[in-house]
């Protein structure tokens, strides 16, 4: 059976003749409508969520910005070294001192090291789900949904859970309408995108059984060639054209010309909506003008344009791919975007990902740690400066970490998969500092207190957001379930 698209704005056509049922809309409208997700669960969850109360006031955090770096950094390299362990799991690199007490960091995050006193890292994420699928569970707090996929069939589906930025787009919809700026934004690419010309659509990115209104907005850069890899190498100016994908106006086609159209469009809704009483149309207007309002809305644009940007804080960040969208990033969530994914994604046949099974060392050294340590340290530092670190949560994690023993499928120079601990860092929205959350064994194999679950992750990042993680939320079969699965908030991250 051919699985539902996903991500994609359906196109309505209306054909034959219409029979209008009761309420103004043909049979025909309600069912493409319906089908194309339009209406289904919308409506009615927004109005169980309010009723329920999963919006509460006074939140921590404005905005979230959620690093993503996909394919499994290992703990024994960045954020959990364990030097007095076996030669055989100590890896290739030393520990350094970080401004935090006690924290053991690689040499090769020394900016990260200096300035550990504005992140707090979590030791003891886990999980079983020991595969790449598990971008599912960490994107969204909810293991894959039980069915026959296996860890080959990563492509996103229809009724995969939403992420947790498709929860707060759609729980924005509370909010008065009008904006122009998305509320969750996905960049440089959708995950898998930039994989072998785009041949994954990974899971976990999307809205899931939301309905598709719900999906990111993502830009597009594409890579140079097959083993190419933009995440650490310096990008010209022509490569980084950050663009929402139909979000640009056609040749020809100018603001005053679409000024018109818009124009157009709403007399003309207007009048169909006093001829028809048509009412469960009405999502489907809203979307399509909140659309308009993104092709011409200059707030939008200017985000997307980071040559409005000192040159020397471009360099800090770094010319590379990660560095610039982070940069991209900063900026969507200063023009109001709530949820802000940046991926540092892994480019089929491209050397140096984070799924290090083989030249770890090489990789690590010369490649992924110099470019995490510049970049993120850099947007901890300007998020800062302009004072809006204290209102956003920066959240850097990966879907699982490596494992203990250095060597790997032949090769001993790398580390397998591992998602029965892991790190991952959080610094804003009043997280406390230099705070080292819970302890590992001497390995770094597994959590000696304080587990971390995924969906406590979740759970934590909703309740920053002033959301109630236990709050319901009505599934596609018209049950509520709560946001995330049985998660807990870390309150230890704000001692």
């Not at 890579?223 to 190419?228: E, F, I, T």
């Not at 540092?344 to 740690?369: I, K, Q, Y």
Request: net charge positive; aromatic share 6%; glycine share 10%.
């Amino acid at each position: 059976m051919r699985r539902p698209s996903v991500g994609r704005l359906t196109m309505l056509q209306i054909l034959g003749r219409p029979q209008r049922l009761c309420n103004g809309i043909s049979r025909r409208q309600m069912l493409q409508v319906g089908g194309a997700g339009l209406l289904g669960v919308g409506a009615t969850s927004v109005a169980a969520a309010e009723i329920a109360g999963a919006v509460r006031s006074a939140p921590r955090a404005k905005s979230v910005m959620f690093l993503y770096l996909f394919g499994g950094p290992s703990q024994l390299e960045t954020f959990d070294m364990k030097p007095d362990a076996p030669s055989t799991v100590q890896g290739p690199f030393s520990a350094i001192a970080a401004r935090t007490p006690g924290m053991r960091i690689c040499e090769h995050l020394p900016r990260l090291a200096a300035c550990s006193d504005r992140y707090a890292v979590i030791r003891t994420l886990n999980h079983t789900q020991n595969d790449h699928n598990a971008a599912h569970i960490i994107q969204t707090g909810w293991p894959m949904p039980p069915a026959e996929r296996g860890p080959a069939n990563v492509n996103a589906a229809a009724n995969d859970w939403p992420s947790m930025g498709s929860v707060v787009s759609y729980l924005d919809r509370r909010r008065a309408s009008g904006s122009t700026v998305p509320s969750y934004i996905y960049l440089p690419n959708r995950h898998g995108e930039i994989q072998l010309g785009g041949r994954y659509n990974r899971l976990g990115q999307y809205a899931g059984w939301l309905g598709p209104e719900y999906n990111a907005l993502a830009t597009r850069i594409r890579k140079r060639a097959h083993l190419d890899n933009p995440y650490f190498r310096d990008c010209t100016e022509k490569e980084l054209q950050f663009q929402f994908r139909g979000l640009s106006l056609s040749d020809g086609v100018t603001l005053d010309r679409l000024d018109r159209r818009r124009s157009l469009l709403e007399q003309f809704e207007d009048q169909q909506r006093n001829l028809d009483g048509a009412s469960g149309t009405a999502s489907y207007g809203r979307h399509r003008r909140s659309a308009l309002g993104m092709v011409s809305s200059e707030k939008l644009r200017e985000a997307l344009e980071i040559r409005r940007e000192p040159a020397a804080l471009r360099d800090r960040y770094g010319r590379h791919l990660f560095g610039q969208s982070l940069m991209v990033g900063r900026r969507m969530v200063e023009a109001g975007s709530r949820f802000v994914t940046v991926v540092w994604d892994m480019p089929d046949g491209a050397p140096s990902g984070w799924d290090s099974h083989e030249g770890m060392t090489v990789s690590l050294r010369d490649h992924l740690l110099p470019g995490l340590d510049q970049s993120v340290s850099a947007l901890l530092e300007d998020m800062h400066d302009r004072g809006i670190l204290d209102e956003t949560l920066v959240v850097c994690v990966g879907e699982m970490g490596r494992t203990p023993k250095f060597e790997n499928r032949g090769s001993a120079d790398g580390r397998d998969h591992w998602g029965y601990c892991f790190p991952a860092l959080l610094a804003g929205a009043g997280v406390t500092g230099g705070v080292l959350y819970g302890q590992s064994d001497r390995i770094a194999g597994h959590p000696l207190d304080h587990p971390v679950s995924p969906a406590d992750l979740s759970a934590t990042i909703f309740d920053s957001l002033g959301i109630d993680p236990h709050a319901t939320i009505q599934d596609k079969e018209g049950r509520p379930v709560p946001l995330v699965d049985r998660g807990q908030v870390v309150r230890g991250l704000y001692a």
